[in-house]
């Protein structure tokens, strides 16, 4: 490597540094110095005695969290953040600690620091994505191939599901941020009006200038493939048995429903909940993203499937 490439890439490097750590770091300071969030959640999960869910609360992967951690019975209070103002108290709560979030890959510029779900007990443990979650619901080996093949695969999906919701935000205009106050408690829900007057048309606007990853349509399609394949393995499963995971719904289905919960909508989902809402008023963008989706997965078996579970299982939705 010359002396050019080798300054290139130490200028490379400090932009990424400043993207991954400084730039959250300033902004878990201002937050923690600001006390805008509830506080230190280890001190709330010590001191209440319950474990607290840091999440987004329409995000899909914090669906999966929520739905697993519900599923186990555990005694929990859910934190909510909205996009961009979940950066501060996400990264505070893991950085320090060393709580990266190994398996997220959406936004990369935050080092996996600033990613929900986040889980915290009241022992000061943690589980620090919404594998680790559903594993210890269900009580699986993280390692057991068969698991970790799917899991994987699960993984990839949602990564790209996230783009239906975002599309759907950035392009037919549905504010996926009005999910109801009731979604955070009292310290947190300042965030609504911060979201609908400002962050919410900043990120939409941002994701237009392509500088967030979220709302591109070429990872749409990209995900409307992969969908396409992994319902076609779904059905191939289900020829044979009532569920992915057996006789009895287990982790395999959680994954795959909340996974797709964005392409289908179901209306126990507590994901896409104003999207639902257009849908079951008849007013979904009739081009749009989301009805594009709709239609297609939820004429399969595999999205039947996908309803079904939610109906019959989404038992504890908030
Ligand atoms: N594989 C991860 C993915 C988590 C993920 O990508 N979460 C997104 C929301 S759907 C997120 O936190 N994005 C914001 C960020 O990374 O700062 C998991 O299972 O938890």
């Given at each position: 490597m010359g002396p050019e490439s080798d300054a290139a890439s130490r200028q490379e490097e400090s932009v990424d540094s400043w993207q991954n750590f400084m730039m959250p770091r300033t902004y878990a300071w201002i937050w923690s110095k600001l006390k805008?969030?509830?506080?230190?959640p280890y001190q709330a999960a010590c001191k209440t005695g319950r474990s607290k869910l840091l999440s987004i609360p329409f995000s899909h992967f914090s669906e999966l969290g929520l739905w697993a951690a519900e599923h186990r019975g555990l005694e929990f209070d859910e934190r909510s953040y909205l996009p961009l103002l979940h950066v501060g108290p996400l990264f505070e709560a893991r950085f320090a600690r060393g709580h990266v979030n190994k398996t997220s890959v959406i936004v990369k510029g935050s080092g996996g620091y600033t990613s929900v779900p986040f889980l915290i007990h009241p022992d000061g443990s943690?589980?620090?994505?919404s594998w680790s979650i559903l594993e210890a619901t269900f009580k699986i080996?993280?390692?057991?191939a068969k698991w970790h093949s799917w899991k994987t695969k699960m993984d990839k999906l949602g990564s790209l599901m996230v783009s239906v919701s975002w599309s759907g935000f950035v392009h037919d205009g549905i504010d996926h941020g009005d999910v109801g106050s009731e979604r955070f408690d009292e310290t947190l829900r300042w965030q609504l009006t911060q979201w609908k007057w400002f962050v919410g048309p900043l990120v939409a606007q941002l994701c237009k200038w392509d500088?967030?990853?979220?709302?591109?349509l070429a990872t749409l399609e990209h995900g409307r493939d992969m969908l396409r394949e992994v319902c076609d393995d779904v059905e191939e499963v289900l020829a044979s048995q009532c569920y992915l995971s057996g006789d009895k719904f287990g982790a395999y289905d959680m994954s795959f429903c909340a996974l797709t919960a964005f392409a289908l909508l179901p209306p126990e989902t507590s994901g896409s909940v104003a999207a639902v809402k257009l849908l079951d008023a008849g007013?979904?963008?009739?081009?749009g993203v989301h009805l594009g989706f709709l239609n297609e997965f939820r004429q399969r078996k595999a999205g039947q499937h996908v309803l079904m579970c939610y109906k019959k299982h989404r038992l504890g939705k908030v």
């Open positions: 805008l969030g509830g506080g230190c943690v589980e620090s994505d080996d993280p390692q057991d500088v967030l990853p979220m709302s591109n007013k979904l963008p009739l081009h």
